[in-house]
């Protein structure tokens, strides 16, 4: 399996290109602000065929880029329906601090093809075989992605619902830390150890580094479904939104 992956934005969200190999099919994950020069330079390095974008949840510096890269290839994006209207108003994603960061403006519309993601859907696209998960908690749509490696392996695409060390913040419109608990609890924790994780933020990590250091996931493990006693996480500069 070839994975291409690459920080976009003043945010430093990661977008990802997966595909069985080089010369292959391959899927776009959240191709963020500043990502569609990166994504087409990496398409033409690897000599790739998109054939669709994933998102792992709706706000801006995931899928800012969306519209552009879809339309010019017309390509579907793939996205839980509870985060489809941010592909809209992508302000409607940040609290009221964050949007006048902005200027109480930003500009984004939805690509030409939208297709809605369930939970337990599995999506045989480029040669892969992704599993999906509905992990709210961060925004009501956010979802993980599920693969096998040609080794045998798991990959996980985490978006903001899991970095290496932390969990994604809560404090945003949509967010709720009793649902992120629950998706740690009934979506992460069960995944095996060895399934490396690729972050909406960050560096890579494993499931078992972070079942074993990250105390977000201690701390869910040992409340199971009830609320953190902690307020919204954070990762520091890794979090973005």
Not at 196 to 206: F, K, N, S, W
Request: glycine share 12%.
């Amino acid at each position: 399996m070839l994975v291409v992956g690459f920080p976009t934005g003043a945010l430093q969200a990661n977008c990802y290109l997966l595909a069985a190999g080089e010369g292959e099919a391959c899927v776009i994950v959240d191709p963020g602000q500043d990502a569609v020069d990166p994504v087409l330079a990496a398409v033409r390095e690897h000599r790739l065929s998109p054939v669709a974008v994933l998102l792992t949840h709706g706000h801006f510096d995931h899928a800012f880029s969306v519209a552009p890269i879809c339309d010019g290839d017309d390509l579907p994006a793939w996205i839980h329906p509870a985060d489809r209207p941010l592909l809209s108003d992508p302000l409607a994603g940040l609290g009221a601090a964050a949007a006048s960061f902005f200027g109480g403006r930003m500009s984004m519309r939805e690509p030409r093809q939208v297709r809605e993601l369930t939970d337990g859907a599995v999506l045989d696209l480029a040669g892969l075989r992704l599993t999906v998960d509905h992990t709210p908690g961060h925004t009501s749509g956010s979802v993980t992605y599920r693969t096998g490696t040609d080794e045998g392996g798991q990959l996980l695409l985490s978006g903001d619902t899991l970095f290496a060390g932390s969990i994604g913040r809560t404090d945003l419109p949509g967010g709720d830390m009793t649902q992120m608990v629950a998706s740690l609890v009934g979506k992460i924790l069960p995944l095996d150890d060895d399934t490396v994780v690729l972050p909406g933020h960050g560096p890579t990590t494993t499931i078992g580094r972070e079942r074993a250091s990250n105390p977000y996931l201690r701390q869910a493990r040992q409340l199971g479904s009830s609320r953190m006693s902690t307020g919204p996480a954070s990762s520091g500069p890794q979090q973005g939104l």
